[in-house]
């Protein structure tokens, strides 16, 4: 009978020495490639995921609310301190705008109030200058009437002979009073009120010279032709 043979393969029987060594050997081994099967799935999921989440921030505008603005629906506080950013800007922004419009009301005010102080100034001129121009005919008036020659003083003198009888207080009731016989509409047209023969005699040669000096003696045709004056 041949003697049994010893098996080749290189297993140590169980129950020899060393066996339990090398069953923790082979446990530690499974241990380790589950532990790198895991790190790897970990970090094939964590590039998915952040791949995932750059393809959707392409994709999808940001929208920004209230919460966000003012940071109560922050997640993070970076995100917190990044949004209080956004906010501070658009505060910023905000409080630019509204001084600019302020700066743009006061220089349309300034604009105003120097166009209106222009003419009020324009006005005032005008005014100025037609005052001027009226007092100075009224002088011219009254330097010609005082460099009246004698002679008109003498033609005015027979000219009231003539038409009253040199009578001041002439009221005949033909519709002509006082020494030059004027008409109720002529005395009120030289800027005079009440009757002629109610007027002083100054007052009287005042309005004649001041008709002769406006139509000439036409208003008086009848004694004009007779005494030549013309």
């Known amino acids: ?22 069953e923790e050997a082979q446990e530690l081994r ?26 959707r921030a392409d994709s999808t505008p940001a929208r920004l609310g ?6 109560t629906n922050a997640a993070s506080p970076s995100s917190t301190a990044t949004l209080n950013g956004y906010s501070v800007a658009l505060a910023s922004m ?19 109030a120097q166009q209106t102080a222009q003419q009020t100034a324009q006005q005032q001129q005008a005014a100025q200058q037609q005052q001027a121009a009226a007092q100075q005919a009224a002088q011219q008036q009254q330097a010609a009437q005082a ?13 009231r002979q003539c038409e009253s ?26 800027g005079y009120s009440g009757l002629p023969s109610d007027a002083s005699p100054a007052q009287q040669d005042q309005a004649a010279q001041q008709l002769q000096a406006q139509r000439g003696w036409s208003p008086w045709p009848s004694c004009s032709a007779q005494l030549g004056l013309s």
């Not at 460099?147 to 000219?159: E, G, T, Y």
């Open 147 to 159: 460099a009246a020659p004698s002679s008109l003083s003498d033609d005015f003198a027979r000219l």
């Open 66 to 71: 209230i919460g966000d603005l003012t940071g």
């Open 94 to 112: 905000t409080i630019s705008v509204q001084q600019a419009a302020q700066q743009q009301q006061a220089t349309q005010a300034q604009q105003t």
């Open 1 to 22: 009978m041949l003697p049994r043979r010893r098996p080749h393969s290189h297993a140590i029987p169980r129950g020899l020495p060393g066996f339990r060594d090398f």
């Open 165 to 190: 009888g040199d009578n001041y207080s002439d009221n005949t009731g033909n519709g002509y009073y006082g020494a030059y016989q004027f008409s109720a509409s002529t005395w009120q047209g030289l």
């Open 30 to 55: 499974k241990h380790r490639f589950y532990i790198f099967v895991i790190a790897a799935l970990a970090v094939v999921g964590f590039l998915s995921q952040g791949s995932a989440t750059a393809h």
